[in-house]
Nanobody
């Protein structure tokens, strides 16, 4: 499975961004698609995840502000980020886990939120 993330950039606090992740390869083995983020010196943390059945899971810090969606016809997953805060600044990574438990990572995309 190959992943290509895009959509990062610089935005003012209170603004919005949409991240996109394109999946290719053995996509039929994908069970969970998720977005993680990481800031220097800290562990990578889960932001949002969507399961193959459509159920979603969010970090408490982004609930009500971020929305993860999945377009199976286009093999895309999106992360709509609203009401962005400076503490959302991070490198965001797309991740998939297959039904056999294998994890794949895409290259990160930087999101910078200015105050």
């Amino acid at each position: 499975v190959q992943l290509q993330a895009s959509g990062g950039g610089l935005v003012q606090a209170g603004g919005s961004l949409t991240l996109s992740c394109a999946a290719s390869g053995n996509i039929f083995s994908i069970n969970v698609i998720a977005w993680y983020r990481q800031v220097p010196g800290k562990q990578r943390e889960l932001v949002a995840a969507i399961l193959s059945g459509g159920s979603t899971n969010y970090a408490d810090s982004v609930k009500g502000r971020f929305t993860i969606t999945r377009d199976n016809t286009e093999n895309m997953v999106y992360l709509q980020m609203n009401s962005l805060k400076p503490e959302d600044t991070a490198v965001y990574y797309c991740n998939v886990k297959t039904v056999t438990g294998i994890s794949y990572w895409g290259k990160g995309t930087l999101v910078t939120v200015s105050s």
